[in-house]
């Protein structure tokens, strides 16, 4: 049990004793979620096996309200249990295959019959300041969870959050270890072109801060900085503005970040190590330095459910932009996070195209559709620029009413081609319902 665990539960084991008091059992609330999800990818020019897996996942989550008094204290406490149902793109995987699937980890060569984890996570409140120690789900623009798969990706960490100043949001904290997706056990955090399974390396030290300014109803800015010990230093400006026009409304998004080498990463004795970044580095000149700036600007124009989006974004500099991946999926707080790629290759270029649509303006609440097409060009390469693109179709309906009010359908289709990637196509369909114990 590391140290933050222990922390976690000595919060909690405070106020349990303190349990009595109102506030913590009245404002309590507790949920069954149930996700049945099916993935299937299949690789087309390439000699692999489509990867075909399907499992039922149990959700329970729990979350206090807080003691009364000056300081509040409470609890949340997360069970997760993934159950396999078939897996035959990777339950005959043996040999030297160490690689887990997308949904299931390995066991002795195949994907596990099932897998869990457990989230426990203290907290204590003093005004509209609150303190987590123990397991996290951040969603912040340097480090969001992914939760494309059967189970969410899970962090162990502390953060403090403050909103006791009018129309700012304050956020600092500190991650130490990781739990992917289709794993059971925390791990330290690393990079891509770090993060091979047994020659790769990792940190236990991920710092970030940063705040959200509200300026008006119209307008947000933002500022978040992040640090990956012997990795990367991130710093993020955001920019949100809705505008109402005399027909529709026109949302404008715009994001950039700043990426440099921290510790190992900067020297090149670090770098012979092991902590180096993906990317495309002139030969023998700081190879595998993190160097990387990635800026892009979205408009959204929304009219009467229908909502057309157009984007672009740059990267530039050595590297590839730098995040927390471990190689088994990530999720990032960019207008092409897509289904699969993520267009953040060094020198790539992405243009952006999405179009959705709320079939509630058709009298069909709870169904809702979207397709976004990306096309990213000029990925360096030794011998040329490479490109790569990606169309996502999504179709989405949730029971709005009835006995079976809440329960979600969802299919989501991915068609992938490139120079220098596989070319996939995938299909996730997802049956969700969420049972409400208190």
């Given at each position: 049990?590391?140290?933050?665990?222990?922390?976690?539960?000595?919060?909690?084991?405070?106020?349990?004793?303190?349990?009595?008091?109102?506030?913590?059992?009245?404002?309590?609330?507790?949920?069954?979620?149930?996700?049945?999800?099916?993935?299937?990818?299949?690789?087309?020019?390439?000699?692999?096996?489509?990867?075909?897996?399907?499992?039922?996942?149990?959700?329970?989550?729990?979350?206090?309200?807080?003691?009364?008094?000056?300081?509040?204290?409470?609890?949340?406490?997360q069970q997760w249990y993934g159950l396999r149902l078939d897996a035959s793109g990777r339950s005959g995987k043996k040999g030297e295959d160490i690689t887990p699937g997308s949904v299931f980890p390995l066991d002795d060569g195949k994907a596990a019959?099932?897998?869990?984890?457990?989230?426990?996570?203290?907290?204590?409140?003093?005004?509209?300041?609150?303190?987590?120690?123990?397991?996290?789900?951040?969603?912040?623009?340097?480090?969001?969870?992914?939760?494309?798969?059967?189970?969410?990706?899970?962090?162990?960490?502390?953060?403090?959050?403050?909103?006791?100043?009018?129309?700012?949001?304050?956020?600092?904290?500190?991650?130490?270890?990781?739990?992917?997706?289709?794993?059971?056990?925390?791990?330290?955090?690393?990079?891509?072109?770090?993060?091979?399974?047994?020659?790769?390396?990792?940190?236990?030290?991920?710092?970030?801060?940063?705040?959200?300014?509200?300026?008006?109803?119209?307008?947000?800015?933002?500022?978040?900085?992040?640090?990956?010990?012997?990795?990367?230093?991130?710093?993020?400006?955001?920019?949100?503005?809705?505008?109402?026009?005399?027909?529709?409304?026109?949302?404008?998004?715009?994001?950039?970040?700043?990426?440099?080498?921290?510790?190992?990463?900067?020297?090149?004795?670090?770098?012979?190590?092991?902590?180096?970044?993906?990317?495309?580095?002139?030969?023998?000149?700081?190879?595998?330095?993190?160097?990387?700036?990635?800026?892009?600007?979205?408009?959204?124009?929304?009219?009467?459910?229908?909502?057309?989006?157009?984007?672009?974004?740059?990267?530039?500099?050595?590297?590839?932009?730098?995040?927390?991946?471990q190689g088994q999926g990530r999720s990032l707080y960019l207008i092409t996070n897509s289904q699969s790629l993520k267009f953040v290759n060094a020198g790539e270029q992405a243009t952006v195209g999405t179009y959705a649509y709320d079939f509630a303006?058709?009298?069909?609440?709870?169904?809702?559709?979207?397709?976004?097409?990306?096309?990213?060009?000029?990925?360096?390469?030794?011998?040329?620029?490479?490109?790569?693109?990606?169309?996502?179709?999504?179709?989405?309906?949730?029971?709005?009413?009835?006995?079976?009010?809440?329960?979600?359908?969802?299919?989501?289709?991915?068609?992938?081609?490139?120079?220098?990637?596989?070319d996939k196509d995938e299909t996730r369909l997802i049956v969700s319902y969420s049972v409400p114990l208190m």
């Amino acid at each position: 049990m590391n140290h933050t665990t222990r922390l976690a539960l000595a919060v909690s084991l405070g106020a349990a004793q303190q349990a009595v008091a109102s506030g913590f059992i009245d404002d309590s609330k507790a949920s069954l979620d149930l996700r049945n999800f099916y993935y299937n990818q299949d690789t087309r020019n390439a000699k692999a096996p489509t990867d075909k897996e399907w499992g039922q996942a149990f959700m329970f989550n729990y979350q206090s309200g807080f003691t009364e008094g000056t300081v509040g204290l409470g609890v949340d406490v997360q069970q997760w249990y993934g159950l396999r149902l078939d897996a035959s793109g990777r339950s005959g995987k043996k040999g030297e295959d160490i690689t887990p699937g997308s949904v299931f980890p390995l066991d002795d060569g195949k994907a596990a019959q099932d897998f869990s984890k457990t989230g426990v996570t203290g907290k204590m409140r003093i005004a509209q300041t609150q303190l987590k120690v123990g397991s996290m789900m951040p969603k912040l623009p340097v480090l969001t969870t992914e939760d494309g798969r059967l189970l969410p990706q899970t962090f162990r960490g502390y953060q403090v959050d403050s909103k006791d100043f009018k129309d700012f949001n304050l956020v600092a904290g500190k991650i130490e270890q990781v739990l992917d997706r289709n794993s059971s056990n925390g791990q330290g955090m690393s990079i891509a072109g770090a993060n091979d399974p047994i020659k790769g390396k990792d940190s236990n030290q991920f710092y970030y801060g940063g705040v959200d300014y509200t300026v008006s109803k119209q307008l947000q800015l933002q500022y978040y900085y992040a640090n990956l010990e012997n990795f990367y230093q991130q710093h993020f400006l955001g920019l949100v503005h809705n505008w109402q026009l005399p027909v529709g409304q026109l949302k404008s998004d715009l994001r950039y970040f700043y990426s440099t080498s921290d510790g190992k990463n900067g020297s090149a004795s670090g770098r012979q190590e092991g902590y180096v970044s993906a990317g495309y580095y002139a030969p023998g000149v700081n190879t595998g330095k993190v160097d990387n700036r990635l800026w892009s600007a979205m408009f959204t124009y929304s009219l009467s459910g229908h909502s057309l989006g157009l984007g672009y974004q740059k990267t530039t500099g050595e590297s590839d932009f730098p995040h927390i991946n471990q190689g088994q999926g990530r999720s990032l707080y960019l207008i092409t996070n897509s289904q699969s790629l993520k267009f953040v290759n060094a020198g790539e270029q992405a243009t952006v195209g999405t179009y959705a649509y709320d079939f509630a303006s058709l009298g069909i609440p709870g169904l809702r559709s979207s397709v976004t097409y990306i096309h990213g060009t000029h990925i360096q390469t030794a011998t040329r620029d490479n490109s790569e693109w990606e169309r996502d179709i999504r179709l989405d309906y949730v029971i709005p009413t009835g006995t079976l009010k809440g329960l979600g359908f969802t299919w989501r289709g991915a068609v992938m081609r490139g120079n220098d990637t596989a070319d996939k196509d995938e299909t996730r369909l997802i049956v969700s319902y969420s049972v409400p114990l208190m």
